[in-house]
T-cell receptor, first 113, second 114 residues
Framework: GESVGLHLPTLSVQEGDNSIINCAYS??????FIWYKQESGKGPQFIID?????DKRQGQRVTVLLNKTVKHLSLQIAATQPGDSAVYFC????????????FGQGTTLQVKP | GAGVSQSPSNKVTEKGKDVELRCDPI?????LYWYRQRLGQGLEFLIY????????KSGLPSDRFSAERTGESVSTLTIQRTQQEDSAVYLC????????????FGDGTRLSIL
């Protein structure tokens, strides 16, 4: 079935370390990918997106890497802070689709002080 | 407001009742989406509206679910004859346009069916 998968359900890191959250996607026809952060009781918050014609994009303290050869997406967070603790979702959009996003199950990031 | 607004934030109802959930998108956003999120899960697409085009209803799980949108403003998601498996958080998102645009989410309506 349709799915975007995450390699690890929970990631625990020390404050100040870099975090890497991984995601595998199944459809090579996907043309758009996006990362969200979701805190308890809140809606997903947009972090960063990337189109399939790119392999890297940087934001403030975050970098998204796209490897289309192995259908892999990752989110790197530099100097992780306690406020980064949340569930992180990757999502993909299939080319030609109307905007429907297909979400993974989420990775919980725990930042230890 | 600046973001997507959803109401009510929480809704508890008895099995078999109808419920109506409301979404106010970000002003100027032409695309609007509804998703469902079960506890501890990712989001499942339900329906998508873009301008005056026919909505993409491919994610609606049954004919008990329907949604409407008036122009490029408010949308309502209606669930008729609610069942316990309908318990979830219902999230609305909007984006500037169709295609490869980030979707911005509201905080959802937490629906509990007794």
């Amino acid at each position: 079935g349709e799915s975007v998968g995450l390699h690890l359900p929970t990631l625990s890191v020390q404050e100040g370390d870099n975090s890497i959250i991984n995601c595998a996607y199944s459809n090579s026809a996907s043309d758009y990918f996006i990362w969200y952060k979701q805190e308890s009781g809140k809606g997903p918050q947009f972090i960063i997106d990337i189109r399939s014609n790119m392999d890297k994009r940087q934001g403030q303290r975050v970098t998204v890497l796209l490897n289309k050869t192995v259908k892999h997406l990752s989110l790197q967070i530099a100097a992780t802070q306690p406020g980064d603790s949340a569930v992180y979702f990757c999502a993909e959009k299939r080319a030609g689709n109307t905007g429907k996003l297909i979400f993974g199950q989420g990775t919980t990031l725990q930042v230890k002080p | 407001g600046a973001g997507v607004s959803q109401s009510p934030s929480n809704k508890v109802t008895e099995k078999g009742k109808d419920v109506e959930l409301r979404c106010d998108p970000i002003s100027g956003h032409t695309a609007l989406y509804w998703y469902r999120q079960r506890l501890g899960q990712g989001l499942e697409f339900l329906i998508y509206f873009q301008g005056n085009s026919a909505p993409d209803k491919s994610g609606l799980p049954s004919d008990r679910f329907s949604a409407e949108r008036t122009g490029e403003s408010v949308s309502t998601l209606t669930i008729q004859r609610t069942q316990q498996e309908d318990s979830a958080v219902y999230l609305c998102a909007s984006s500037l346009g169709p295609g490869n645009q980030p979707q911005h989410f509201g905080d959802g309506t937490r629906l509990s069916i007794l």
